[in-house]
């Protein structure tokens, strides 16, 4: 989300308008979704806060990204796609 | 780390206060916000994944001092030996060919229309037996063969998948892209192609290897497994224009796994399409023998981290194959050798190898039942390695390299054990043989094989009280065999009735203290650079005592385990 929010989104749309590589996790899109039981999901008022909270919970990942490009000069430090 | 800690600390703290607030406020809070319960759910989800950034960044920190034996993070490991200027190698493919020809029923006129197919490059194929994907390496686009009867073909193939990825250029100087795999998947060591518009780019291993303007770019192991591209900045090398699409294509490998060593005829399926003279798909298999032509193998696994922290110490940054260890660190990290020593005489640089036997032993044999041959290279391997090394590094002008296999040295171990009495000897003496043949399957030293790194290996037996372990060399024995025949004939060929002294004259240099092979004072293993030594019998010592190559029965062996009495179980516990 980070490396998102750092660019303008035409921006970035034109940076990466011919990509292909789609072997990544988006942790604002997935991490929750990935570690509860989906029945959480079927509640109404439970699936509005956990989209809410999703986002909150990648920050914690897209941080800890840049500790995992620390020494790594070829990507952005907030990218997350390439990381494993 | 103080920080750390307290952060790692005051999260849990946090949801442990929440819940004494909520089993205060609610008194059906046990039932409602129990771990079983949504919230508490969602709690315990937030609170690992938090535990787990935090995990990392500790794991992160602590093992930034490579020196401690500790520090095994894959991925610190990795990005410091590329900061240092190694490139980790990747996992090979092996290779081989196949050869195709035509079956004695197949009717060209009917089968195959205007008696012509045509193959493309890449072609993927199926290895029934092993399940894994092999394409196509013919070097051409497409080749098309005109088919006559009895009609035979070679086709070269490469263990492993094509896939490609697009980035797009932003246009910058030195721009970047990383390309990963998931999983256990890795990207081939040498098989990948960058295309940028359309063209072709040549890949380099370094930024100055590039001339300015020139459409090349560096591929790298990536800091995450996979493969890095970096391009240039026009002094060295061309920057892709701003919007240009940046195709990668890359062989995807499964490594050592795609080595075969069998022959098994018709074992392929064509997944890819061969088209036959009028434009048709026809199914290659149904009219062709497909027989393996050579062996499909040199296929490794990729750098592992206990070999790069090995091998970063004699990491050699410029490319150039000059001194001895600069050979020597080329061909290790090819990754399917086992032992690699290289050596300087008048001027010509010896690379001894020996082909890593785990590779070419089949999983039920063990060290001591592995084939003698695979000890040594066979021409075909030689030949590999040297275009490895012609392709890999620039040799030193005038700079002279002969590629050999090691002279085989051979011993055999005599072991000395105190088991504990609730112990089987089968079972004692199996796995004495397992931790010998794990420990000379993986053998990296180089000139001595201490006693000690064998005591420790088997003193992680549980069932063992005490051991003790000795070596007997072939070539020690076979110079005193030799001295000891020559004096007894010597002796014999005096008449004792003519000549009264009968002592031998000290003619030869024979020196019954000599010891060859082996430390005289230690008994540790002593071998020179073009040696291995192996543990195998079949051969006599100086007593005329025979040592059988093979390990069981009760004969003398490679390996003769002597119980010298047992320890009462209950000892066990008193150490």
Redesign the interface.
């Not at chain 2, 490609?164 to 797009?168: D, E």
């Not at chain 2, 970047?176 to 998931?182: M, P």
């Not at chain 2, 990536?222 to 996979?226: E, M």
């Given at each position: 989300m980070l490396y998102e929010r750092k660019q303008l989104p035409e921006l970035l749309y034109m940076k990466h308008r011919s990509d292909t590589d789609d072997d990544f996790v988006k942790y604002d899109d997935k991490i929750l979704d990935n570690s509860l039981t989906p029945y959480i999901f079927k509640n109404d008022m439970m699936f509005g806060f956990l989209k809410r909270l999703q986002p909150l919970v990648s920050i914690l990942f897209d941080h800890m990204n840049s500790i995992k490009n620390w020494k790594n000069y070829i990507v952005d430090s907030y990218n997350y796609k390439h990381i494993k | 780390m103080a920080i750390i800690n307290f952060s790692s600390i005051t999260f849990s703290g946090i949801k442990s206060e929440i819940e004494a607030f909520l089993k205060e406020e609610y008194n059906k809070s046990g039932i409602l916000f129990s771990p079983a319960s949504?919230y508490g759910?969602?709690l315990s989800?937030?609170e690992n994944?938090?535990q787990m950034?935090i995990l990392?960044?500790k794991n992160?920190i602590n093992q930034f001092d490579l020196s401690d034996p500790n520090s095994n993070n894959p991925?610190i490991i990795r990005?410091?030996a590329?900061?240092a200027g190694h490139n980790p190698g990747r996992a090979i493919s092996a290779t081989g060919t196949l050869k195709l020809t035509l079956k004695a029923d197949s009717n060209i006129d009917s089968d195959i229309s205007g008696g012509r197919l045509t193959i493309s490059n890449k072609t993927l194929l199926k290895n029934n037996t092993n399940a894994l994907s092999y394409s196509l390496n013919i070097g051409t686009d497409t080749v098309t063969h005109k088919i006559t009867p009895n009609y035979t073909f070679y086709l070269p193939i490469i263990q492993g998948t094509w896939k490609?990825?697009?980035?797009?250029s932003?246009g910058n100087q030195l721009q970047?892209?990383?390309?990963?795999?998931?999983g256990s998947k890795d990207v081939e060591n040498f098989n990948v192609e960058v295309i940028v518009n359309g063209d072709i780019w040549s890949t380099k291993k370094h930024i100055w290897e590039m001339l300015p303007d020139e459409k090349a770019c560096v591929v790298r192991t990536?800091?995450?497994?996979?493969v890095?591209i970096?391009f240039g900045n026009e002094g060295y090398g061309l920057i892709p224009t701003i919007?240009s699409?940046i195709e990668i294509n890359y062989l995807i490998t499964y490594g050592s796994t795609g080595n075969i060593f069998r022959r098994t005829s018709n074992d392929w399926k064509f997944i890819d399409d061969v088209i036959d003279g009028s434009g048709e798909t026809i199914n290659i298999t149904d009219l062709f023998n497909v027989d393996i032509y050579t062996d499909i193998n040199f296929g490794a696994d990729g750098e592992t981290i206990a070999f790069t922290k090995n091998i970063l110490p004699i990491a050699s940054n410029n490319f150039v194959l000059g001194l001895p260890q600069q050979y020597a660190y080329e061909i290790k990290k090819l990754g399917v050798f086992s032992h690699v020593n290289a050596y300087e005489k008048t001027g010509t640089v010896f690379v001894v190898a020996t082909p890593n036997v785990r590779l070419f032993k089949n999983q039920n044999a063990n060290y001591f039942t592995v084939d003698i041959r695979a000890f040594s290279l066979d021409r075909y391997e030689k030949s590999k390695i040297d275009k490895y090394l012609k392709t890999g590094g620039n040799i030193q002008l005038t700079k002279k390299y002969k590629i050999d296999s090691p002279t085989l040295s051979y011993y055999i171990m005599n072991i000395f054990v105190i088991p504990y009495s609730d112990s089987t000897d089968d079972s004692v003496n199996s796995q004495i043989l397992d931790k010998i043949s794990e420990y000379f399957l993986d053998l990296t030293r180089i000139d001595r094989i201490p006693k000690l790194d064998l005591i420790r290996e088997l003193s992680t037996i549980t069932d063992i009280h005490s051991i003790d372990i000795q070596f007997v060399s072939k070539k020690n024995e076979d110079y005193h065999k030799e001295n000891m025949t020559k004096i007894l004939n010597t002796q014999e060929s005096y008449d004792s009735r003519l000549k009264t002294d009968v002592s031998v004259r000290r003619t030869s240099n024979y020196n019954q203290n000599t010891v060859i092979g082996l430390d005289p004072i230690l008994g540790d293993i002593l071998f020179e650079p073009e040696e291995l030594p192996i543990i195998r019998g079949g051969w006599y010592d100086r007593n005329n005592i025979y040592y059988s190559s093979d390990i069981d029965g009760n004969q003398m062996k490679s390996v003769n385990i002597i119980k010298k009495g047992v320890v009462d179980s209950k000892n066990r516990n008193n150490t």
């Open positions: - | 949504p759910h969602i989800v937030i994944l938090h950034s990392y960044l992160a991925r990005n410091a590329l900061v490609q990825k697009k980035f797009t932003n970047s892209y990383s390309v990963t795999e998931i990536g800091f995450n497994g996979g890095d970096v919007s699409i």
